[in-house]
């Protein structure tokens, strides 16, 4: 049954398509791999906040903490095991990406999920009832497994799934669901921590079972995409899926497009080779920047130690999980925000002004953290205080609506379909390696550059608004099939690298 249509346009030819909700159904049942990788997001940076969990596991963490005026406030939190426990999960996303794109093509997208949402149950239930260290870093290793697996196979299958025109609000049902996930991690952190016992952090790590099982059962009901079924030699099977989807009878020329791509892409016995090849450059030096670029904005340094960072800062335990739920709170909204527009005003005007108003509001926290939180000073008076989470909030905003969704978006939409599953593994594993980066060294950076993090973080926003003004191309309504066609021989510089 369809909830409307429209015709959507590839070079000469029309495809008709109405916004089935069969289509609107599976999208948001494959975006909950989106809320599983947000509530781990979320949840890792609440717990290392818990005094009960750094008393179990990291007791030299738990001592520096309730020591006052020996170490600087900046660095209570320097440990490397510490940024272990949350950068662990991203080292094993970072590797198992590297066979997701294999698994991806011959399995396709649906069962990629449905082994993402494996790893994520048997890494959540391991977390949530160990007693020693190493176990607890072995359910994250799991859990990054499904992470690699998930963020493969996801935004492909929305990308492919949805129709043209509102490609880009569906695909951005991932990062929503991401910004979700990161919420829920937070409220349910800030109730956590307040149950008597200790015992507090387990609940949060195990509630990490809600989404996963929502990803499996999710991943059971779907269809496979057309193009992953017709790559894949299921012809007759992908033509009937893609009328479902599509909500009406005459699919034949969007069947044909998918088709001549498909014969394309069989003629690539190495996905990778292919990928570095010159015609491909173009979307691989995208994917690649976009992943670099999004990672230093600083956004995860601030979404992983949200309630540890309000804590430096000299908030209270339980007003820095209340701090964390709010900005979590504005990454929700925010997203909702780039589902309306994406479509409307383009990829370029979200990005361009997103880095105004990040480099503005990490100024001003670096100016203030400055000023105000010494080494050992114990807090912010409340008007300095409250201006940091709005700034923190004026940040995190500006990055929901624009490069946390548009950095996964435009990548998908952009590898033509031969390099596509070997361009989303790139994709996955820049992102991973640069998030394990900064997950591994963001405690440690603070206490050695204190408040200069926020402006080494506002430097490379500079960097990426130049990219963007001169390098990165619109992909607004422009079919999956032809962005070859459209886009890359269109832009005044990455044309030079498309063949005849």
Not at 104 to 127: D, E, P, Q, S, Y
Not at 447 to 461: D, E, T
């Amino acid at each position: 049954m369809a909830g409307g249509g429209f015709a959507s346009t590839s070079g000469d030819v029309n495809f008709e398509a109405k916004i089935t909700y069969t289509v609107i159904i599976s999208c948001i049942m494959a975006a909950t791999g989106g809320l599983m990788f947000g509530y781990d997001i979320g949840i890792s940076g609440g717990v290392t906040s818990m005094p009960s969990f750094l008393q179990h596991f990291f007791p030299d963490v738990y001592k520096k903490i309730q020591e006052h005026g020996v170490d600087s406030n900046y660095c209570k939190y320097d440990n490397q095991t510490l940024q272990l426990f949350t950068s662990s999960l991203y080292l094993a996303a970072l590797v198992a990406t590297m066979f997701a794109s294999s698994v991806t093509r011959k399995l396709g997208r649906k069962h990629t999920m449905l082994i993402a949402g494996i790893f994520f149950i048997v890494g959540t239930v391991l977390n949530s009832v160990v007693n020693s260290l190493s176990l607890l870093i072995l359910g994250r290793l799991l859990l990054g497994c499904g992470v690699g697996f998930a963020n493969q196979a996801v935004p492909v299958f929305l990308s492919e799934i949805a129709p043209t025109r509102i490609r880009g609000a569906l695909n951005i049902l991932f990062q929503l669901n991401i910004t979700i996930g990161i919420l829920i991690a937070n409220i349910v952190n800030y109730f956590t921590a307040q149950i008597k016992g200790g015992y507090g952090w387990r609940i949060s790590l195990a509630l990490a079972g809600v989404p996963a099982l929502m990803l499996t059962l999710g991943s059971l009901l779907v269809h496979d995409t057309p193009n992953s079924l017709i790559e894949r030699g299921l012809e007759d099977e992908g033509k009937i899926v893609l009328k479902k989807i599509r909500g009406v009878e005459n699919v034949e020329p969007e069947f044909q497009e998918i088709l001549k791509a498909s014969k394309t892409a069989k003629m690539v016995k190495n996905p990778f080779k292919n990928l570095i090849k010159r015609h491909n450059r173009p979307p691989l030096i995208m994917a690649v920047m976009l992943q670099i670029f999004q990672q230093f904005t600083g956004i995860n340094a601030i979404m992983f130690y949200a309630p540890v960072l309000f804590r430096t800062l000299g908030f209270k335990s339980e007003a820095s999980l209340y701090s964390a739920v709010i900005t979590g709170a504005v990454n929700v909204l925010s997203t909702l925000v780039s589902v309306y527009f994406v479509d409307k005003v383009g990829r370029r005007i979200l990005l361009l002004e997103a880095c105004v108003q990040m480099f503005v509001s990490q100024v001003v926290i670096g100016m203030v953290l400055g000023m105000k939180v010494q080494d050992h000073s114990e807090s912010l008076n409340t008007g300095f205080a409250v201006l940091v989470v709005v700034m923190v909030c004026t940040f995190v905003s500006s990055f929901a609506w624009s490069w946390g969704p548009l950095g996964w978006l435009i990548p998908s939409e952009t590898f033509p379909l031969e390099a596509r599953s070997a361009g989303q593994s790139v994709t996955v594993f820049m992102n991973m390696l640069f998030t394990f980066i900064i997950a591994q060294g963001f405690l440690s950076m603070m206490c050695h550059f204190k408040f200069g993090i926020f402006f080494f973080f506002s430097a490379w926003v500079l960097v990426m608004s130049l990219f963007t003004i001169f390098l990165v191309p619109e992909t607004k309504n422009i079919p999956i099939e032809e962005m070859t066609e459209k886009v890359w021989r269109n832009h005044w510089f990455w044309k030079s690298f498309m063949e005849d």
